[in-house]
Nanobody, 128 residues
Framework: EVQLVESGGGLVQTGGSLRLSCAAS????????IGWFRQAPGKVREGVSA????????YYADSVKGRFTISSDNAKKTVYLQMNSLKPEDTADYYC?????????????????????WGQGTQVSVSS
């Protein structure tokens, strides 16, 4: 059974940092892409970042480039999202999701519809 468990969310001031974790189990971690998505109240869930565990390639939405860093510990089967220089517009529920690396391409890797398994989410609030 595929399981994805997020942690690390919280309340932080503008300019602060948080590190989210996504602990995975139940599938061949190295053969998957793990993506981070977020959904703000009243908005569509959007792709933030993704990492291909097969080769470590990383991908970022323009809105977070230079501020967020995704990384993976294959031994621990955990993916991290380091979020720096946080802004109020980063406030959202953050979800990690998994998809076999063969299911996505560079152009689709941040599109939520391709992802097959999802965690329950962790809340991030950035105060101004």
């Amino acid at each position: 059974e595929v399981q994805l468990v997020e942690s690390g969310g919280g309340l932080v001031q503008t300019g602060g940092s948080l590190r989210l974790s996504c602990a995975a189990s139940g599938f061949a971690f190295a053969d998957y892409v793990i993506g981070w998505f977020r959904q703000a109240p009243g908005k569509v869930r959007e792709g933030v970042s993704a990492i291909a565990n097969s080769d470590g390639s990383t991908y970022y939405a323009d809105s977070v480039k230079g501020r967020f860093t995704i990384s993976s510990d294959n031994a621990k089967k955990t993916v991290y999202l380091q979020m720096n220089s946080l802004k109020p517009e980063d406030t959202a529920d953050y979800y990690c999701a998994a998809v076999p690396v063969s299911y996505v391409t560079i152009t689709t890797i941040l599109q939520k519809r391709w992802y097959t398994d999802w965690g329950q989410g962790t809340q991030v609030s950035v105060s101004s």
